[in-house]
């Protein structure tokens, strides 16, 4: 069946450090790409997407490009902040309504 | 506009215990889904509401969990009685259209321990 895998963490970064959270997918079709965040005590937020094969999605400085090649769909940001601290979840979605996830990767980020 | 609201945010129990977990969803929105995130493990899916009826129940655990959604507004998840690996966050999610994920927003979440 279709999964996501992301790596585990914790992963615990300076400010300002340069931030990689890798996901990769295994799903039939042409699935679309998620990556959702939740901050402490807050519900998941869309973080950005990605439709098809080479599109890039981004958002509040962080990207992540749409890799069929590899079937990876991994999360970057250049700059890391105090407040990126959160839960990342990748995710994959067909033209359905059921979301499937990853683990989740916490982020933590110290002044 | 307000968002998908779920209450109680932490709700702690003792096993054979029974509880319910509440879900307001975005008003106008026929689509409600269900989801659960054990610790540490991938969210996932429990079930899909259209309005009131139950469109798809696939992912409930066992006969333990019962999702109603009256009147095709807010929704109850009743975990009856309550096991230890019940605990978890469970998140509801609410949308518009099912097939392009359209307005697709979650709720905060109810983390259920039980003890």
């Known amino acids: 069946g279709d999964s996501v895998t992301q790596m585990e963490g914790p992963v615990t970064l300076s400010e300002e450090a340069f931030l990689t959270i890798n996901c990769t997918y295994t799903?039939?079709?042409?699935?679309?790409l998620f990556w959702y965040v939740q901050y402490p005590g807050e519900g998941l937020q869309l973080l950005l997407k990605?439709?098809?094969?080479?599109d890039k999605g981004s958002n509040k400085g962080f990207e992540a490009t749409y890799r069929k090649e590899t079937t990876s769909f991994h999360l970057e940001k250049g700059s890391v902040q105090v407040s990126d601290s959160a839960v990342y979840f990748c995710?994959?979605?067909?033209?359905?309504?059921?979301?499937?996830f990853g683990t989740g990767t916490r982020l933590k980020v110290l002044a | 506009e307000a968002g998908v609201t779920q209450f109680p945010s932490h709700s702690v129990i003792e096993k054979g215990q029974t509880v319910t977990l509440r879900c307001d969803p975005i008003?106008?929105?026929?689509?409600l889904y269900w989801y659960r995130r054990v610790m540490g493990k991938e969210i996932k899916f429990l079930l899909h509401?259209?309005?009131?009826?139950?469109?798809?129940e696939s992912g409930m655990p066992n006969n333990r969990f019962l999702a109603e959604r009256t009147g095709g507004t807010y929704s109850t998840l009743k975990v009856q009685p309550a096991e230890l690996e019940d605990s978890g966050v469970y998140f509801c999610?609410?949308?518009?259209?099912?097939?392009?994920?359209?307005?697709?927003?979650f709720g905060s979440g109810t983390r259920l321990t039980v003890v």
């Open positions: 995710a994959l979605r067909k033209r359905t309504y059921k979301y499937i």
């Open positions: 799903a039939t079709g042409y699935p679309s």
């Open positions: 509401f259209v309005k009131e009826s139950k469109q798809d």
């Open positions: 990605a439709t098809k094969a080479d």
């Open positions: 008003s106008g929105h026929d689509n």
């Open positions: 999610a609410s949308s518009q259209d099912p097939g392009t994920g359209d307005g697709y927003t």
